[in-house]
């Protein structure tokens, strides 16, 4: 297992449960995983008013015409028994006066279906739980800080991997089936919610070894990070706080988009009130908001010096979540025998092409169960040396982060995409060929040279394989 967030902690959970051994490699400490950060929470239809169907409905309008139904419908049956299965290992989620379930309302959302803990702390609290778990579990070899450098692969299959410790000579481990669940690529960007370490590791991993990636042009924009000139800029806002009633407000003070439209569609609304206006960010009004609710949101603006009482939180969008990554089938498995992907760095085509909020969390802990199972059936690997390694993967420069910001951020064209063709980093090279690739604009991908959608690419996800070449391929 290759990561330690919400997926991976997960999926080694279920490996170990059946009694599989795991080696649980991890380059960071949890503080650094995107997961920890998750504000809003998971979304399951539990409500006595909702129903897998609107849940569906739902994921896929999102989607733009491009969720793969199948992923989508797995994603909205299987939600709510894994929420069950997090309370049992002793999750703690937010109830309301009754007792039950409080859920929360977001964007894209027709229902209120988002599972939280401790408000706006939800990532912190699971992820907590669940490494405490891993650790005790006694199937579960933690090895940290380590970090994959490349997949070996033996007669077409991945029979394991080679990690690098900060210090000392690299190690190889032998495995019969890798999982990947390494999060997703949004640091590459210079704007971003994500923490430092989201640089794709997994997808340039699977890459090296062969294995398609998929819808590298759907980069999800969050609408509502803080804009502040220091360390706390791109602090994400969530969106739970304009289900509780903050709106957004443009420099003249009015009202310019429905707060609770997808996030393409906000974070796009935004983009050109900034372009209009010329400012730097528009204003989200909390100030109707108990914001003791969001109690980790209310300390990092009293630390950056906003009063939500008072005040106007300066916010503008900044790069978020990754649609696309390894294209992984159902179970997890990418096109490289022995070799899986979870979470946000997997690609099973669910998000289409805009996550709908607080399905990405559920993803980790339905997919994650479902490639921890079929990952412990696969055979035992050959007796094989692992050789030593070229690494796969490399650290992006800031020019690399400053020139998809200016190059494939919301908005694009073919001219500054050509740009990143040349670019050092091979993933931002792969993200420009599938930008590239696809002659349209759709959900969060944004075309100035085509701005409309083209039907004929409804469900049509954009694959790279080995030889880096984009293709498309309809998934049913
Ligand atoms: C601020 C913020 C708020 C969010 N809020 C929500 C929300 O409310 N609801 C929701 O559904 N989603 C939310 N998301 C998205 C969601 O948190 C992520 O999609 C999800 O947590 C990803 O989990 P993961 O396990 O796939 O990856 P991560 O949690 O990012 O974990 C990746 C792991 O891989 C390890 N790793 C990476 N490369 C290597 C390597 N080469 N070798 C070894 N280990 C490696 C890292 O150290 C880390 O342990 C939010 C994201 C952010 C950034």
Redesign the pocket.
């Known amino acids: 297992m ?7 902690l997960y999926a080694a959970l279920v490996a170990a449960g059946t009694g599989a051994r795991v080696a649980l ?4 400490p949890l503080a ?4 920890y ?7 399951a239809a539990l409500a006595a008013d909702d129903s897998v169907e609107r849940h569906l409905d739902d994921t896929l309008a999102a989607g733009r015409a491009m969720a793969h139904a199948s992923a989508a419908r797995v994603l909205c049956e299987e939600s709510p028994g894994r929420v069950g299965d997090l309370q049992e290992l002793g999750v703690s989620f937010d109830a309301d006066r009754g007792g039950n379930l409080a859920l929360g309302l977001e964007g894209g959302h027709s229902r209120r279906r988002v599972v939280h803990a401790g408000g706006a702390a ?2 912190r609290r699971i992820t907590r739980d669940l490494s405490a778990l891993a650790a005790t579990d006694e199937r579960i070899d933690v090895l940290e800080p ?3 450098s490349s997949l070996a692969t033996h007669d077409g299959r991945c029979v394991g991997l080679i ?1 690098r410790p900060r210090r000392g000579d690299p190690v190889g481990v032998l495995a019969r089936a890798v999982v990947l ?4 690529m949004a640091a590459l960007w210079e704007r971003s ?2 923490p430092r ?2 640089i794709g ?2 997808l340039s ?1 699977a890459h090296g070894a062969g294995a398609d990636l998929a819808d590298l042009e759907f980069m999800q924009f969050h609408p509502t990070a803080l804009r502040h000139d220091g360390p706390r800029d791109g602090f ?1 806002i ?1 969106e739970a706080v304009r289900g509780e009633g903050a709106t957004l407000v443009n420099a003249a003070g009015e009202r310019f988009v429905d707060e609770l439209a997808p996030r393409d569609q906000v974070a796009l609304a935004i983009e050109a009130e900034l372009e209009r206006s010329g400012e730097r960010a528009v204003g989200l009004d909390v100030r109707g908001v108990d914001m003791d609710r969001f109690p980790n949101i209310a300390a990092v603006l009293e630390e950056v010096g906003i009063d939500p009482r008072r005040d106007l939180v300066p916010v503008a969008p900044a790069a ?2 990754t649609m696309g990554g390894v294209a992984a089938d159902l179970d997890g498995r990418s096109s490289v025998p022995g070799l899986y992907a ?4 997997a690609c099973s085509g669910l998000h289409g092409a805009n996550r709908l ?6 993803e ?1 802990f339905v997919f994650g169960r479902r490639a921890g199972l079929a990952a412990c059936a696969d055979p035992q690997p050959p007796t094989v040396t692992i050789p030593s390694d070229e690494p796969a ?1 490399s650290i992006p420069t800031e020019q690399t982060r400053a020139a998809l910001w200016r190059h494939a951020g919301l908005q694009r064209d073919a001219a500054g995409l050509a740009h990143l063709l040349e670019d050092p980093f091979p993933l931002a090279r792969l993200i420009a060929a599938s930008c590239l690739a696809r002659d349209e604009s759709r959900g969060a991908h944004q075309r100035t040279d085509h701005p409309g959608t083209d039907p004929a690419l409804d469900g049509t996800h954009t694959l790279v394989g080995g030889d880096g070449e984009p293709r498309f391929e309809l998934w049913e």
Request: neutral net charge.
């Open positions: 290759v990561g330690a967030g919400a997926a991976g490699i991890s380059r960071s650094q995983t995107a997961s950060w998750a504000q809003g929470g998971i979304a939800t990532g380590l970090a994959a990690a669940a390494t999060g997703g919610t994500n370490g989201a590791a997994g991993l994400l969530t978020h979540y979870v979470g946000e760095s909020a607080s399905n990405s969390l559920a980790c993967t």
